[in-house]
């Protein structure tokens, strides 16, 4: 029923969307990430510049992680046909592909770059979340993936992200900020919520301070939690030495 329903999606798209242009369009929106091309070299050119070497470095990270969770473990584990083998009539405006269907790796690979990037701060992630949307969309244009292929690669770079998260706030919370960041963007990037935390002044039911969502941040120790290092110890006060007399 779930197979029959998605493939309604698909035929929807085919019957009312098709046009001369967006045939010419998808096919090459699509190409440029077929191995993540476009990421890969975005990485790239992100390393060479020294003021953007440690969000290159994220993004290289993310993908690396997009490509073993992604092409390595879940497609072979899942094995799910393409949807062109279910609907053989379709015509194809590209080559078929031969793996797996679930997730999208196109998809997965796109978000993963985009979380990277916001979560590393660069303004980059809004003109790649436009390129990722597009990459995602074209993948059902052009019926090499269920619907379900493409939430799933979303979900895949929102997992991603949540690396970030679970130092800061266990396995649980951690996993949850990345998957909700990846549908509503309501988390943060990670420096910009300790940067509030340290600045914003605000505090939690229990008195410590308030992170994302309103959860409290514990610590065992003070700590200068703009900057997340232990606070120096305070000085000794100076002892008063006793008058001298004279002669």
Same mark, same amino acid.
């Given at each position: 029923?779930?197979? =029959?329903?998605?493939? =309604?999606?698909?035929?929807?798209?085919?019957?009312?969307?098709?046009?001369?242009?967006?045939?010419?369009?998808?096919?090459?929106?699509?190409?440029?990430? $077929?191995?993540?091309?476009?990421?890969?070299?975005?990485?790239?050119?992100?390393?060479?510049?020294?003021?953007?070497?440690?969000?290159?470095?994220?993004?290289?990270?993310?993908?690396?992680?997009?490509?073993?969770?992604?092409?390595?473990?879940?497609?072979?584990?899942?094995?799910? %046909?393409? !949807?062109?083998?279910?609907?053989?009539?379709?015509?194809?405006?590209?080559?078929?592909? =031969? $793996?797996?269907?679930?997730?999208?790796?196109?998809?997965?690979?796109?978000?993963?770059?985009?979380?990277?990037?916001?979560?590393? +701060?660069?303004?980059?992630?809004?003109?790649?979340?436009?390129?990722?949307?597009?990459?995602?969309?074209?993948?059902?244009?052009?019926?090499?993936?269920?619907?379900?292929?493409?939430?799933?690669?979303?979900?895949?770079?929102?997992?991603?992200?949540?690396?970030?998260? %679970?130092? $800061?706030?266990?396995? *649980?919370?951690?996993?949850?900020? +990345?998957?909700?960041?990846? %549908?509503?963007?309501?988390?943060?990037?990670?420096?910009?919520?300790?940067?509030?935390?340290?600045?914003?002044?605000?505090?939690?039911?229990? +008195?410590?301070?308030?992170?994302?969502?309103?959860?409290?941040?514990?610590?065992?120790?003070?700590?200068?939690?703009?900057?997340?290092?232990?606070?120096? !110890?305070?000085?000794?006060?100076?002892? *008063?030495?006793?008058?001298?007399?004279?002669?």
């Amino acid at each position: 029923m779930m197979q =029959a329903a998605e493939l =309604a999606v698909l035929d929807w798209l085919q019957a009312h969307l098709r046009c001369d242009f967006l045939d010419a369009v998808m096919p090459w929106i699509s190409r440029i990430c $077929d191995h993540g091309e476009i990421w890969i070299l975005l990485a790239a050119v992100l390393l060479l510049l020294r003021k953007h070497r440690w969000t290159g470095m994220s993004l290289s990270f993310a993908l690396i992680l997009d490509l073993i969770c992604c092409n390595i473990v879940l497609k072979p584990l899942v094995g799910r %046909v393409r !949807p062109f083998l279910v609907n053989t009539a379709v015509e194809l405006l590209t080559a078929p592909p =031969a $793996d797996a269907s679930f997730p999208s790796g196109h998809t997965a690979a796109s978000f993963a770059a985009v979380f990277a990037l916001r979560a590393s +701060g660069s303004p980059l992630w809004k003109p790649a979340l436009v390129l990722a949307a597009g990459i995602a969309f074209s993948r059902l244009y052009l019926y090499v993936h269920w619907p379900t292929d493409v939430l799933g690669g979303i979900l895949v770079g929102a997992a991603l992200l949540s690396i970030a998260f %679970v130092r $800061d706030f266990g396995w *649980a919370q951690g996993l949850w900020f +990345g998957l909700f960041h990846s %549908v509503s963007a309501f988390c943060n990037a990670v420096q910009q919520q300790i940067a509030q935390l340290g600045h914003s002044g605000k505090n939690g039911p229990d +008195g410590l301070p308030s992170g994302p969502c309103g959860f409290t941040r514990r610590s065992p120790w003070p700590e200068d939690i703009s900057s997340q290092r232990r606070c120096p !110890p305070p000085l000794p006060r100076p002892v *008063a030495s006793p008058p001298r007399r004279c002669g």
